[in-house]
Each structure stands twice: as C-alpha cells, then as structure tokens.
C-alpha cells in the first residue's frame, strides 16, 4: 500500500493508487549510468587518468557480476519451487 506519508494531503484519496510496482533494478540501472558517464565521459577535470578508468571498469564489472548473480539465484529458486511442487 502506498503510505499516507508520501501522498499529497491536498489529492484526492480517490485517485491515489493502493499499490504500485518499484522497479529498483531499472532505478539502480539509470543511477550507476548516470554517475558513470558523468564520471566517465565528462569529468570535470579533464582527462581520466589509467587509476580512475580502472576504478569506472570495476564498478562497472561489480554491477554486471551482481545482476548476474541475481539473475542465476532467482532461476535456481524457481527451479527448486516447481520441483517442491511437482
């Protein structure tokens, strides 16, 4: 359910929603590029040196091995769901 905290007392209660969908691996996905090429590709300071383009290749690698491994526990978990249940 969507908190009373969050709901702009002056709307219509009648219009707010009772549940919704967070999509946190689109919201991760959008803030790791947004911060990557503000980094990346328009540091303020110039020219990256070999040290902070090695450093953008591993959060970069970090983010990727982390969707991976999401990715394979939720297969693995379903897998297991449909045999318990077969």
């Known amino acids: 359910m969507v908190p009373d905290s969050i709901v702009d007392p002056e709307m219509d209660k009648d219009m707010v929603p009772q549940f919704f969908e967070l999509q946190i691996k689109t919201m991760f996905q959008h803030a790791w590029s947004e911060a990557n090429h503000d980094l990346g590709y328009k540091p303020e300071s110039g020219e990256l040196d070999p ?27 379903k897998q297991q769901t449909s045999e318990i249940q077969s």
């Open 51 to 77: 040290e902070h383009l090695r450093l953008l290749a591993f959060t970069s690698a970090q983010a990727w091995g982390a969707d991976m491994v999401f990715n394979d526990l939720s297969v693995e978990l």
